[in-house]
């Protein structure tokens, strides 16, 4: 078990040497160190989730509210940078959470999954006997 871990969720690996999660009902963005085995925090406000680079210098997390934003934090120096507005993106919310899947790419392009609903059809392939 991971030390004082009591009351946080979303743990998500950092590479070998911590981990993120969120904290205080996901106010918080925590950082737990394995060598100090201690938490910080990394930023507060209001997080629906994140999503950890594949090289793990950044972490990918979207804002609700009124006005969702795309950002991501640079674990090295702390530095959060604006990725893009969700405001008018039609996203797939999760009826649970609230808040809209995202996900890293291999390039570190940030992925979501968008609603089209039932009435555009992009491709269809149909195998006839």
Known sequence: MVPSSEGKGGGTWVGQGGLIAGGEGFTKLLYFDFKSLKWSELLAGNFVNWSVSPDGKYVYFTTGGAEPQAKRIRLSEGKVELITSLTGLRRVVDAVE???QMGV???????F???IGTQE??????KWP
């Open 98 to 100: 609230g808040g809209t």
């Open 105 to 111: 790419a291999p390039d570190g392009s940030v992925v």
């Open 113 to 115: 999954t968008r609603d």
């Open 121 to 126: 059809i992009y491709a269809l392939n149909i």
